[in-house]
């Protein structure tokens, strides 16, 4: 694994912390699935995390009714606590665990109460300041690359013991 140097304007993942940092997002976020937009907000915030492209959490009231179906899966992240995922249903497409949340958020990760993660390859597309979002490889990680976040990025086949 070869680090890449950020550019001017540019932000390096193996720059993120560990634990992993949340913070206000001062930016647009819009998200299509089925061609429809289903989320448009500027009142996001990003966790960022050691190896990880940002993962943005959006306001649940930023999506449109009747998208974000509850489901049953849980899983723990040991900074986090744990979280509860949703299906997006749309009317021809259901894409499964697409989206999740924490109801209850540990201590020091309070702005990510009341927000949804989405994974960015559930959907048709993603944009962060209307820049056409990459989905990080894998389906463990939800990160969203963009031109300013640079890596080698965590998810790929063969990237999880680094």
């Known amino acids: 694994m070869k680090k890449i140097k950020p550019g001017p304007g540019q932000e ?20 299509v699935f089925e061609g429809q937009v289903i989320c448009d907000t500027n009142e996001a915030v990003r966790l960022l995390e050691t190896s990880h492209p940002p993962t943005y959490y959006l306001p649940k009231e930023s999506f449109k009714d009747g998208f974000l179906e509850p489901n049953k899966h849980l899983t723990f992240c040991e900074y986090k606590g744990q979280a509860h995922y949703f299906d997006l249903v749309g009317r021809k497409t259901r894409s499964q665990n697409a989206a999740w949340f924490y109801p209850k958020v540990s201590k020091g990760y309070e702005l990510l109460e009341n927000k949804i993660a989405i994974y960015a390859h559930t959907v048709n597309e993603c944009y962060v300041n209307n820049e056409k979002v990459n989905a990080q490889e894998g389906s463990f990680y939800g990160g969203w690359i963009t031109s300013n976040i640079v890596g080698p990025f965590k998810g790929a086949p063969g990237t999880w013991g680094w």
């Open 12 to 31: 390096s993942v193996w720059d993120y912390p560990r634990p992993p940092k949340v913070e206000p997002f001062k930016g647009h976020i819009r998200i």
